[in-house]
């Protein structure tokens, strides 16, 4: 069996990967990983380890081999789904009426949900005193996460067809401060470069069975220049030349969180954007989120200005493109550091917005549930489009809509379902397995029900192996489950035609990859249970 | 002022870097500065944190601001001494005679030279048995490191020439494993980027005194590229196809010391060769120094295999160039690890060794010592090229054969001379200010006397002040003194001519900039004394 010829029979998921390597193979391997990730930045800070003249850091979590994924799979997700998904999603964030009626009823359980209402509503209303037009185009850089799903209950160890019986589900969709690119693109490199050095060669085991892996087996990713790629497009819609005649030029203004330990997933974006051409870099700076009602001023044209700390708070630079990498947790909107105003100043501003404020309230969990009512595609999608994109979609229930007593068995819901908040992204919140009846019991109970989603289990392959290395878990080989990100960007202008926008720029921008054991429920990165890791494709 | 024009008169050393940033300024400042390094791998691990699955690291210490240095003697250090110097080495190197004149006498007390004479002999008895041709081909990379010397005794603060009283003196000269290329080159960069970006804008001090440093103020450097592409022509010279029929290929093999916290400095050269060109890569391995034996195999034709971890001990390639980061130090040679053995397979080899064994014995500061003995030079170099040279060097004189009795008082001793181990690099052995009359007392009383060469101190130049961060010594404002290092790389091939060689390449490969607060003797960035820096190089 060899993976170079990308002709890959079902064997592999016995033998991949290679679960007897030699000690020596092994550390080397594992230092070889270890220094890739140091000499290029592919590392989180250790908490607090950060001091005014130094700070710690540790590689982020990575699979050891890069895991087995379908290639036909890969290029859907890719080729076929994300385009239509950042129409879906653009559109979206230009209906306010129907994005209302779903995530409005939410405003009075769900703080980040009622302060981003909060923020449009008075947006809406200081737009009607002031003098200048309403910034109309809007940019989105978003993140589609799939895992694949197997069509049949059939244990495909006896399947030679497995492949062919599995199909991509849509775990969410993210709209707002999508993480993960920076590291997905320095991990795609390190698995390259490691197939190119030959390291996962593996003549030891049997020599009929020798492994190659090829890095043309491993797709590129260049999810930062992808990213940075969508900034700079909307960076020039906007202008270089200010329309402040205080500012010296126009930059693009990135709003991150303080003290974040994960800048390696920012920074590298914004060094692209400066590095973007020798004789026209793209000047970018980063903002604290508490910081910029001390560090901005929005001018009576709407022009947000921004003063960098090495201008001694006298030249400012006027604001192109706001992208937005904080402001996504409820806390940040409080009255204490003056949140609401903070996001509403941004909102308010002439700069395009990554992503305005409707745009970020798309990413509630609620619209993805809603999306799955039948018709409701149809609203923005012709049916081609609205069939390939209902074909990801697992059954999301909401709590308050649905009579689970008839349908779904305490059993059932155990196994086969999975209780997400209806405000939040990610994994972090979710209720799993056993504790779902007892806590679906207590929701529909009182009038916090509304606030959750029940969506179907995404039934994951058996008998894909991979071998992870995180610094909480170590170094494990098991059974494991893979997450694809794809990362879409568009560009569009708001009109008042029965499509609600004009698209400007509509591009997939990259991808990350992710991979947990079998046996854990959440794919968080921090946590030390997802690790970043490259697709093995194979047909 | 300003310092954009290149036109700098000698006031900027009263006003940079500037002392009085506003605290966010500064606070930005270092922030950038170590998310920089953090996500370039600017890093060192950290002692003792490596386990198999992670690692801590921390930036290597750096200059917040880069540090004024004159155009002028920048260029005469890489146009106009380098080569020269590589000429001078290459032939030193094949000059037998008069190296072991030089440095046999210290085999008795210093058992590093001692190894390397004992390892030279051992292959040259070795090699009449044998039935293949010695490799004649060999490869250097040189650093040479020279600090900026006052020529007059003038107070340079009333001085408006101060520029043109200085000239460059040598402080060593490196011909093994020489270190440090691969952090100047990223240090360089993130200079140049901090520059472009407009951090080191300083409009707060005075408004007609504002301070821009431009990019193009700051030179290029691409060490690493220049390092590795020696390395390439080495490689090219050896073949591409083995000689041996057992092995799949030839490779570069880079000898390292285990467990080196410092890998930030080595890994590059690895990656830019893999990397070499798209249809091209020049393999690499590393292989640490007491895995030589274990690991690698000499054919009795005198090709030097090597079998890779993910070989599983069948397929081994064949070694082309052998680079030397390992083996400098004298517990390498000892009999446990059988450091002996490992240097006289990697030297009989018909691999290209960069450098050979004479090639290391080059190295030895009683060589830099014998080569200002008046008429020396002239054994090997032009008159023209022997002066240029020769006006590098200060005063140095070796202790069995200089009367300091006569010649020099102990105040003197104290203030202008530093006291140098004869057989080792670097400046952790040396010997500073009033501890030198006492122990050159005890080194003139017994035979160890021959060990040690006393050196006239750079006179350097004052009030040149710096701003340095080190996460032992934090960040530090005050004078400095910077050691610019040029890296030369050359290959030759020996022959019976006068000359010795006929010199195949002769080039500069890059350069590293290192500055330490005045007040310290030692330049050891290990010890986050030595910062790495970036000439701003003024007029």
Chains 1, 2 share one sequence.
């Not at 850089?141 to 244990?155: A, P």
């Not at 960098?308 to 996504?328: D, N």
């Not at 799993?432 to 916090?448: A, F």
Request: with cysteine; charged share 25%; proline share 5%.
């Amino acid at each position: 069996m060899s993976l170079t010829t990308h002709q890959v029979d079902h064997t592999i998921l016995e033998t991949y990967p290679p679960d007897s390597l030699p000690p020596d193979q092994i550390h080397s391997l594992l230092t070889q990983i270890k220094d890739y990730q140091s000499t290029h930045g592919s590392l989180l800070k250790v908490i607090d380890s950060e001091i005014p003249h130094s700070v710690h850091l540790q590689p982020v979590s990575v699979s050891v081999f890069p895991t087995v994924f379908p290639r036909r799979v890969f290029h859907e997700a890719i080729d076929e789904l994300q385009l239509a998904y950042n129409e879906l999603y653009g559109k979206i964030a230009e209906d306010k009426e129907w994005l209302y009626a779903v995530t409005g009823p939410l405003r009075k359980t769900e703080p980040l949900v009622d302060a981003l209402w909060c923020v449009y509503e008075e947006v809406q209303r200081q737009r009607r005193k002031v003098q200048y037009i309403e910034q109309n185009v809007h940019a989105g850089l978003f993140r589609s996460d799939y895992m694949l799903h197997v069509l049949s209950d059939s244990d495909n160890d006896d399947d030679e067809d497995w492949i062919q019986s599995l199909c991509l589900k849509q775990v969410e969709f993210n709209s707002y401060s999508c993480a993960g690119g920076c590291h997905a693109d320095k991990v795609a490199d390190m698995h390259r470069f490691l197939a190119l050095r030959g390291v996962y060669n593996c003549p030891s085991i049997d020599e009929k069975q020798d492994m190659r892996i090829l890095p043309s087996s491993l797709p590129l990713n260049n999810t930062i220049h992808g990213i940075a790629s969508l900034l700079v497009l909307a960076h020039k819609r906007y202008g270089s030349t200010p329309y402040n005649s205080a500012a010296s030029h126009t930059a693009v203004l990135m709003v991150v969180q303080p003290n974040n330990f994960n800048i390696a997933d920012e920074r590298p974006i914004e060094y692209a954007l400066w590095n973007w051409a020798d004789d026209n870099p793209i000047p970018t700076y980063r903002i604290e989120w508490q910081d910029v009602l001390h560090r901005t001023q929005l001018t009576e044209t709407g022009e947000l200005l921004f003063f960098p700390p090495e201008s001694g708070g006298r030249t400012p630079v006027e604001i192109s493109v706001i992208y937005h990498r904080a402001g996504y947790e409820p806390q940040e909107y409080s009255d204490e550091i003056k949140g609401k105003d903070i996001r509403i100043r941004l909102e308010l501003s002439r700069a395009i917005k990554c992503p305005s404020i409707l745009g970020h309230i798309t990413t509630i969990k609620k619209v993805q549930q809603a999306l799955t009512v039948p018709g409701t595609l149809g609203r923005w999608l012709t049916s081609d489009k609205a069939d390939r994109i209902r074909g990801t979609f697992v059954e999301i229930y909401s709590l308050n809509e649905f009579d689970f007593s008839e349908k779904i068995h305490d059993e059932k819901l155990t196994e086969n379902y999975i209780l997400k908040p209806a405000s939040l992204e990610g994994g972090g919140h979710n209720i799993y397995g056993s504790d779902i009846p007892s806590i679906l019991q207590t929701l529909l109970e009182n009038e916090k029900s509304r606030a959750y989603i029940l969506m179907q289990k995404i039934r994951s392959p058996q008998n894909i192996y991979g071998m992870l290395m995180s610094s909480s878990r170590g170094v494990v080989v098991d059974e494991v489950v893979s997450e694809l990100g794809v990362f879409g960007g568009c560009i569009w202008e708001k009109n008042e035609s029965s499509s609600g926008l004009d698209m400007i720029e509509n591009r997939v921008v990259g991808w990350s990859f992710k991979s947990k054991e079998r046996s854990l429920d959440e794919m968080s990165v921090v946590k030390g249970f997802g690790c970043f890791d490259t697709p093995l494709l194979v047909d």
